[in-house]
């Protein structure tokens, strides 16, 4: 009985405006925005995932400054109240307020961050000079490609003018830099504190800034524990 009095006399239905991106019907490229436009929202449930598997005090950091550039993004949003262009054009957005863009800024913090993270934190192999650099200037490429489309795709799917997405960039950008350098100057000489809390061993947080290529770093030494194992476990059957 109470199911056909809920189907009788249905709510009204809505949907997480935080992934919800409408195109025009039949337009292909916007299709193809929209699942770009979705990027953003990616990268944050891979920092959750990477915080949870790696729990790495960087990537804690990293993901804060994400955090406080989206506080930032609502606080000038409610400051300038300037309108979404098309108002009406779009039946579910999380907010009226359209300056600055917050996919915009959110990918710009993200790109300018990992741009300065892999220039001045990472530190090439001694053997692998050339390719090291090869690798960060295809992948820096990648990055901007990234923003670029995320920020047009923006104003192809009528969400934003290109005013609102050029002073997200920039607001982004500005802020990225700040962090970045606001986490190497202050924050990362006192991560060896923090990792040593009782807190953070209990949860196996851990401090990897002193290792100039945390990449290498742990493809040598899993490489090198897997042998070990196995040379045990041969021993061990024979």
């Given amino acids: 009985m109470a199911l056909e009095e809920q ?4 709510p009204r239905w809505r949907s997480i405006s935080l992934t919800h991106i409408e195109f025009a019907d039949g337009d292909l490229t916007g299709q193809v925005l929209a699942y770009i436009s979705l990027l953003p929202i990616a990268i944050l449930v891979g920092f959750v995932t990477l915080i949870v598997f790696k729990r790495e005090l960087h990537t804690i950091s990293f993901f804060t400054g994400i955090l406080f550039n989206e506080g930032v993004n609502w606080l000038l949003k409610h400051i300038f109240r300037e309108p979404r262009p098309c108002a009406g054009a779009h039946s579910n957005v999380p907010s009226e307020y359209g300056m600055p863009s917050s996919h915009s800024q959110l990918i710009w913090f993200f790109v300018v961050y990992f741009f300065l993270f892999l220039y001045f934190r ?8 050339c390719v090291d650099l090869l690798w960060r200037h295809i992948l820096s490429i990648i990055l901007l490609g990234i923003a670029l489309s995320v920020s047009y795709s923006r104003v192809y799917l009528l969400y934003h003018t290109w005013g609102q997405v050029f002073y997200g960039g920039l607001t982004g950008s500005a802020i990225g830099i700040v962090w970045f350098f606001f986490t190497q100057e202050v924050l990362t000489p006192l991560f060896p504190k923090i990792a040593a809390w009782p807190l953070s061993e209990y949860f196996l947080v ?6 100039p290529n945390i990449l290498w770093f ?10 070990n194992r196995q040379r045990k476990l041969g021993t061990k059957l024979q």
């Fill in 122 to 129: 990472m530190h090439q192999t001694n053997n692998a000079r």
């Fill in 218 to 227: 742990e493809y040598t030494v899993t490489r090198s524990e897997a042998r």
């Fill in 206 to 211: 851990r401090d990897t800034s002193l290792i």
């Fill in 7 to 10: 189907c009788s006399a249905p």
